[in-house]
């Protein structure tokens, strides 16, 4: 097992270090992978794989800008962009993921802020059932997604 101190500065010094080859899992039923690229608009996003509980799939593209935002997009989705998460937000800073106020679009607040580790709460303002109960999701510096993994590989570096 290395040691985060091993891993090249970027991944090191991103909330989501990105490359192929990253995983984050609990077992082989339950694991997020990056297992390519993709253009999307003609910016580059990479393509998140996830199983869950051995036989539910969900697939993200994402990317970092150059204002260290996290955007999701879709390939079915040309033009739309979501705003997941600020890397360079403060505390009780709020934004919204899609900022067209339907059903879908969620109100982000920064939630903590540290040097290691970020957590962001959704809350659904605009749904009718789901407004009112927020989720989070935390961010790991040079780990991305928080979790106790039994199996961490970032930038070729296998850290658990």
């Known amino acids: ?3 985060k101190k091993d891993l090249p500065a970027e991944a090191a010094s991103s909330f ?3 490359q192929i080859g990253n995983y984050w899992k609990n077992d082989a039923q339950n694991y997020t992978e990056i297992q390519d690229t993709m253009r999307i608009d003609g910016k580059l996003y990479y393509k998140f794989y996830s199983l869950i509980g051995g036989d539910a799939v969900s697939t993200m593209y994402l990317r970092i800008d150059k204002d260290n935002q996290l955007l ?3 390939p079915a989705a040309e033009g ?3 705003l997941r998460a600020k890397f360079n937000g403060n ?3 709020t934004f919204f993921t899609l900022n067209d106020k339907t059903e879908n679009d969620k109100k982000v607040t920064i939630m903590n802020k540290s040097d290691k580790k970020m957590t962001f709460s959704y809350d659904m303002v605009y749904h009718p059932n789901l407004k009112g109960h927020p989720s989070t999701e935390s961010f790991v510096k040079g780990q991305g997604f ?3 993994w039994n199996g961490l590989k970032i930038n070729g570096v296998i850290i658990k």
């Open 1 to 3: 097992m290395q040691n």
């Open 146 to 148: 928080e979790g106790k």
């Open 91 to 93: 505390v009780n800073d």
């Open 80 to 82: 739309k962009e979501y």
């Open 72 to 74: 999701e997009s879709w």
């Open 16 to 18: 989501l270090p990105m």
